[in-house]
């Protein structure tokens, strides 16, 4: 609707569309502190065309409290689907971009934020250091100035796995995978195989990238809180620098060995090879 009138005693709006006879007009009577609508025309003859993504009533805030229910019931409800909800809803066609950005509200409401997530993060692991004894966790920080404090990485490694891995077969895969939150990041993981032949997940870590120095401290964590002094068989990809890390920190005289991955190998040769055989 458009307002055409917007005082302290009269109020009057039209519908935005032109020839659509929708009006309602509305006055504070004389010594009265409320408002009576003097006419009202209650039918629309048009065709609604505003309600597009330019719409300035159906704001992402909006857009949030609607999808807000679902999204508790459904975390991985897609832009997309925002879009359809939000059509089928308040028959409103919105973009992408609001669908995104009412969705990202709407997992703050859930989660909380980002920034809050990363701050409440040591309080998070001492609770869980304090419930699951014998959990070992290191949080490290960087200073890139001043009187400021960043998150720079942390390593955790629950009770149960570290003491679990005593009966695992003696082989580790450590393997990274990138994170696509809004600070992005790698994620370090440490696998055995336990007695079932199932995966037995050891020990986790969140870094700026994958890098020497992130692998480099990682696998110190790893060795000196969950393998200690056990001779085990690493499996990785063929990561530039990795063999040289995991020979340094885990020598063979030692007992220790490092093997490349079969998987990753037929990936990168079906890669390297596709040019010349498809």
């Not at 659509?20 to 009577?29: E, G, K």
């Not at 869980?128 to 960087?142: E, K, Y």
């Not at 490092?258 to 055989?277: D, E, F, P």
Request: glycine share 6%; net charge positive.
């Amino acid at each position: 609707m458009k307002v055409l009138k917007s005082t302290k005693t009269t109020y009057t709006v039209k519908c935005t569309v032109e020839g659509c006879p929708w009006r309602l007009h509305a006055s504070v009577p004389k010594d009265a502190t409320y408002f009576r609508v003097k006419t009202y025309a209650g039918q629309h003859t048009c065709v609604i065309p505003m309600l597009n993504a330019a719409h300035r009533n159906c704001t992402s805030n909006l857009i949030c409290q609607v999808i807000l229910p679902l999204m508790k019931a459904r975390l991985n409800m897609t832009p997309k689907e925002v879009q359809e909800t939000v059509r089928s809803t308040l028959h409103v066609q919105i973009s992408y971009w609001k669908a995104w950005l009412a969705r990202s509200k709407a997992l703050q409401i859930i989660y909380g934020s980002w920034e809050q997530s990363y701050t409440d993060l040591p309080r998070y692991l001492t609770m869980l250091q304090s419930t699951n004894h014998g959990t070992f966790w290191r949080l490290d920080h960087r200073w890139p100035s001043e009187g400021i404090c960043q998150f720079g990485r942390v390593f955790w490694s629950f009770a149960p796995s570290i003491q679990g891995f005593a009966h695992c077969r003696p082989v580790v895969s450590i393997d990274a995978t990138h994170l696509y939150g809004k600070y992005e990041g790698h994620a370090l993981i440490a696998t055995a195989v336990d007695a079932n032949d199932s995966i037995f997940s050891l020990a986790f870590a969140i870094c700026e990238g994958e890098n020497g120095r992130s692998w480099r401290w990682f696998l110190h964590n790893l060795g000196h809180y969950v393998i200690r002094n056990r001779p085990v068989c690493f499996i990785s990809d063929r990561f530039s620098g990795l063999k040289e890390i995991v020979a340094e920190l885990y020598p063979t005289r030692q007992g220790h060995a490092h093997r490349w991955c079969l998987r990753h190998m037929k990936a990168n040769m079906a890669k390297q090879l596709k040019m010349i055989y498809y």
